[in-house]
T-cell receptor, first 114, second 110 residues
């Protein structure tokens, strides 16, 4: 157990639908990062939050949005889902400036859009 | 360029040494990392090296850092079938950002 909790582990939904993925960071970590991993194995950085505020944005589609709540958990909202959105979605967390501990990853949510 | 590059695939026999290579981009990176991802799982930090070091050894793992060429390698001694996974290198850029490589899939055959 890495200390980063992601729910649900698996999600199957239809095209056009909307889903919410949830992440609880490791205790004490203020930063949360979201990544998408497709079948060709690459990790795509989506977005980062630090202590409730958006800090960095990557290749996140306009149909996707995220937020970090006062208790530091984060949610990634995916709407108007397409078949190509099927992927593993990872959340990671870190202290303010990662050192030797780097980012700590959750076990991911596998999203299947049918 | 901006990308952290790794070869996509490596195949070795059980008991051999594996060497996974990575070329990073930022000469001022302070920390460089190796992560392991087993099938269906998240990324797990294996080891890291600080930029003022050339080498770090941790049991079967040896990390070599060549700052001049911005080259990082991970050597796994006596590779086992349980080492089969995707290995990602990452560099720390700036205060918070880690940039991950494309990942190398290691296949260990008996």
């Amino acid at each position: 157990d890495s200390g980063v909790t992601q729910t649900p582990k698996h999600l199957i939904t239809a095209t056009g639908q909307r889903v919410t993925l949830r992440c609880s960071p490791r205790s004490g970590d203020l930063s949360v990062y979201w990544y998408q991993q497709s079948l060709d194995q690459g990790l795509q950085f989506l977005i980062q939050y630090y202590n409730g505020e958006e800090r960095a944005k990557g290749n996140i589609l306009e149909r996707f949005s995220a937020q970090q709540f006062p208790d530091l958990h984060s949610e990634l909202n995916l709407s108007s889902l397409e078949l190509g959105d099927s992927a593993l979605y990872f959340c990671a967390s870190s202290v303010a400036s990662p050192g030797g501990s780097g980012y700590t990853f959750g076990s991911g949510t596998r999203l299947t859009v049918v | 360029g901006e990308d952290v590059e790794q070869s996509l695939f490596l195949s070795v026999r059980e008991g051999d040494s594996s060497v996974i290579n990575c070329t990073y981009t930022d000469s001022s990176s302070t920390y460089l990392y190796w992560y392991k991802q087993e099938p269906g799982a998240g990324l797990q930090l294996l080891t890291y090296i600080f930029s003022n070091m050339d080498m770090k050894q941790d049991q079967r793992l040896t990390v070599l850092l060549n700052k001049k060429d911005k080259h990082l390698s991970l050597r796994i001694a006596d590779t086992q079938t349980g080492d089969s996974a995707i290995y990602f290198c990452a560099e720390k850029r700036g205060f918070q950002k880690l940039v991950f490589g494309t990942g190398t899939r290691l296949l260990v055959s008996p």
